[in-house]
């Protein structure tokens, strides 16, 4: 075993293939073409001496030695960067605190939080990024992310079936709503009945992947006609604004809706819950960390829709 030769752009690779799931889409993130990734990780698996990722059908899965090596190259490759903003000349941090976000989260809960926490702490540095639970538990897993604010849906699994489990603690539990047009004639009340969704156009997320054509409402008992899809939720609203059809948000967004859409309830049917998780990897959360998950948890508070549960 010899990782004296191993690049920091294997390392960088190993990373991304953690963190996104499979070699196409860590290959994509970082411009390499696939056979790229599949050297670097040939190069760092051949210098470990063991095998480093599970090639599944449905994706990839670090090793016990993976697990390892990813712990490891993740301090690192966070000294390497670390370094490069130093020599950078942009100032140092107390503590820098990595933190994962679900685009709905991003939307009104994290600035919040991060707004408080300047006031609070202004010696810790949140650096974040968004992302899709499935990808955010990996980067969890992979201990390049602290913390995540994750989505639940029923039945409410735990996010993997690793073990040990990730910490989890609920932030918000609240009704699945639905973001209509104000001219449209389904604005015209204070709800909107499941039935009525018939027939309707909707805007949502790409079907492939990991998105599986959020937007829709769940359960529609007809194949939906979408209009446009788009991944970005101020996209999805003005579409919405525009009178381009309707998209399914989480009640936390009604805050951000822009003029022009209305964010309604709907009635009839199974109830759609949808949980906002604060999860982080199973150990003791460092004093900085702690404080931004507290910083997290009060913005929710703050919200109206904390669940202490």
């Not at 920091?8 to 860590?26: D, K, M, N, S, Y």
């Not at 899709?132 to 995540?148: I, N």
């Not at 709800?191 to 769940?218: N, T």
């Not at 899809?229 to 059809?245: I, N």
Request: net charge positive; glycine share 8%; with cysteine.
């Amino acid at each position: 075993m010899d990782f004296t030769d191993v690049s920091l752009t294997a390392l960088r690779v190993f990373r991304a293939v953690a963190e996104q799931g499979t070699f196409t889409a860590a290959a994509a993130s970082l411009g390499y073409t696939q056979s790229a990734v599949s050297r670097q990780i040939a190069a760092i698996e051949r210098a470990a001496g063991a095998e480093l990722i599970e090639r599944r059908r449905d994706g990839v899965r670090l090793t016990t030695a993976g697990r390892l090596v990813m712990r490891r190259a993740t301090v690192v490759l966070d000294e390497i960067d670390a370094t490069a903003r130093e020599l950078s000349g942009l100032p140092g941090q107390a503590a820098t605190v990595r933190l994962g976000w679900l685009p709905s989260a991003g939307a009104v809960l994290v600035p919040r939080a991060l707004a408080a926490l300047r006031d609070t702490d202004p010696g810790i540095q949140v650096v974040g990024r968004e992302g899709g639970t499935p990808a955010l538990v990996r980067a969890l897993r992979a201990g390049s992310l602290d913390l995540a604010l994750l989505a639940s849906a029923p039945p409410f699994r735990p996010p993997d079936a690793e073990s040990p489990p990730l910490v989890l603690r609920t932030l918000t539990e609240r009704a699945l709503c639905l973001a209509v047009p104000a001219a449209h004639p389904l604005a015209r009340g204070d709800y909107i009945d499941v039935a009525d969704l018939r027939g309707q156009r909707w805007i949502a997320s790409s079907a492939s992947g990991e998105d599986r054509l959020m937007g829709v409402w769940p359960g529609l008992d007809e194949r939906p006609e979408i209009a446009h899809t788009a991944r970005d939720w101020l996209a999805k609203l003005q579409l919405v604004a525009a009178g381009c059809g309707l998209t399914t948000v989480p009640a936390a967004l009604a805050s951000a809706a822009p003029q022009g859409v209305r964010i309604l309830p709907v009635r009839g049917g199974p109830q759609e819950q949808r949980r906002l998780l604060l999860a982080h990897p199973p150990r003791t959360p460092t004093e900085p960390v702690a404080r931004v998950a507290a910083a997290l948890r009060a913005a929710a508070l703050n919200s109206g829709t904390y669940d202490s549960s």
